[in-house]
């Protein structure tokens, strides 16, 4: 029972760790510019699909470099996803600032817009992504538990996005100009900050960050053109539940849903786990309704 159990566990830190990549590019962007972006998840299924694509080329040209597709992969599609972002805040979000409906409705649209896009171009079916050598297996723990490899690799590399993301809010001159926008656009503007090109760098990294949630996913399941849709509302949960304008919180929360669900998946049906951790964020939602830990500002 105890192995299980601790094996169930793993299956939470797996589901945290892409529930944490979702949450930190929508962190970026919801949290810091105020923006609804319900095409996020299509963002991700677009990582997933470049990932796909990739493979699909060193399968066929460069079979001798099959075992390191992977990296390149998810260089890809950060670039992808980071350049699509680009072109959706230039054309779409920027023209709709201020109006939180309006963003809503915008970007539900242009979800369904991609998700029959990649309808059109890979078809209705699933697509997977062959596992690199090096991440087929499973580390023995014990006799009874064993830890699937790429497992290890999705929350290695969700922990050193996290770090990245860290460095680049808290540490470097661009996310000094991100966050003195957050807390005050007027006299940023006042004192020579670009606004608009702060917003669309910000937007940009925030859907690139959702690319390498796709790449990560690929690993751990296949990828459909709604898959996107199925992670929107948990990630949303995640970011409010951690409260808005906190990474530390998000992080958190990330953890404490994935854990929440997988182990109460395993006594209750699937359905019955998301309607029981949903009930529970509701709770404490309304006795903190900034989040969990949410970010103290001077008012």
Avoid: C
Avoid at 4 to 26: N, P, Y
Avoid at 52 to 81: C, D, H, Q, R
């Amino acid at each position: 029972m105890g192995d299980i159990l601790i094996m169930q566990a793993f299956s939470g830190l797996s589901l945290f760790s892409v529930l944490l990549l979702m949450a930190l590019g929508l962190a970026i962007i919801f949290g810091l510019m105020g923006v609804i972006n319900m095409a996020h998840g299509e963002l991700m299924a677009m990582g997933a699909y470049t990932t796909y694509l990739t493979s699909v080329v060193f399968e066929k040209y460069l079979p001798g470099l099959m075992g390191a597709y992977l990296i390149f992969a998810i260089v890809f599609a950060f670039l992808v996803t980071f350049a699509f972002g680009n072109l959706m805040e230039r054309f779409m979000i920027q023209h709709l600032y201020r109006r939180p409906l309006d963003t809503l409705l915008a970007t539900w649209g242009l979800s369904l817009i991609l998700q029959q896009g990649f309808r059109t171009i890979f078809g209705a079916p699933e697509v997977g992504v062959p596992m690199p050598d090096w991440l087929l297996g499973a580390w023995q723990v014990t006799d009874a538990i064993e830890i699937p490899l790429n497992g290890l690799f999705v929350m290695a590399l969700s922990l050193l996005v996290t770090l990245a993301v860290f460095v680049f809010i808290f540490r470097s001159r661009w996310g000094l100009r991100i966050r003195a926008v957050t807390q005050n656009r007027v006299m940023s503007g006042a004192v020579g900050i670009d606004t608009k090109r702060v917003d669309r760098v910000t937007f940009s990294i925030g859907s690139g960050v959702a690319g390498i949630a796709g790449a990560a996913f690929t690993l751990l399941g296949s990828t459909g053109p709604g898959t996107g849709q199925l992670y929107i509302v948990d990630t949303f949960m995640v970011v409010v539940f951690g409260g808005v304008q906190s990474l530390i919180g998000t992080i958190v929360s990330a953890f404490t849903i994935a854990e929440a669900q997988s182990t109460m998946e395993f006594f209750l049906s699937g359905s019955m786990a998301k309607v029981l951790t949903l009930l529970g964020i509701v709770v404490i939602l309304f006795f903190r309704p900034e989040g969990l830990l949410s970010l103290k500002v001077r008012k």
